[in-house]
């Protein structure tokens, strides 16, 4: 089992940036990987990224690549989704979940934070 939650979250301006975390608790986290997904209003949820339990292997989806940087400190049982050059069409709910039984490519994500809001004023 892994538990997770997201934070950081908040109101930021076009062109701002903001960084996300995911704290996990549970004995597993340092061997899953960690998916980061959002939801715009109005929108199905969607991929941005993952990162696979060493980080040796990461993925991004393309339109967010350069932009925005997934990582992680298992020491920390945390991950995180660093995101620069904010965009309104950035504003969503965003979500990290985690998967110890996948590399980080097309994983089943069995696990899910409650996810953390993120406003991106124009």
């Known amino acids: 089992q892994v538990q997770l939650v997201e934070s950081g979250g908040g109101l930021v301006q076009a062109g701002g940036s903001l960084r996300l975390s995911c704290a996990a608790s549970?004995?597993?986290?340092?061997?899953?990987?960690v998916g980061w997904f959002r939801r715009a209003p109005g929108q199905d949820r969607e991929w941005l990224g993952s990162?696979?339990?060493?980080?040796?292997?990461?993925y991004y989806k393309d339109s967010v690549k350069g932009r925005f940087t997934i990582s992680r400190e298992n020491t920390k049982n945390t991950a995180y989704l660093q995101m620069n050059s904010l965009d309104p069409e950035d504003t969503a709910v965003y979500y990290c979940?985690?998967?110890?039984?996948?590399?980080?490519?097309?994983?089943?994500?069995?696990?899910w934070g409650r996810g953390t809001r993120v406003t991106v004023s124009s």
């Open positions: 990162i696979s339990r060493n980080s040796e292997r990461i």
């Open positions: 549970g004995p597993t986290f340092s061997r899953s990987a």
């Open positions: 979940a985690a998967d110890p039984d996948c590399s980080g490519w097309g994983c089943p994500w069995p696990y």
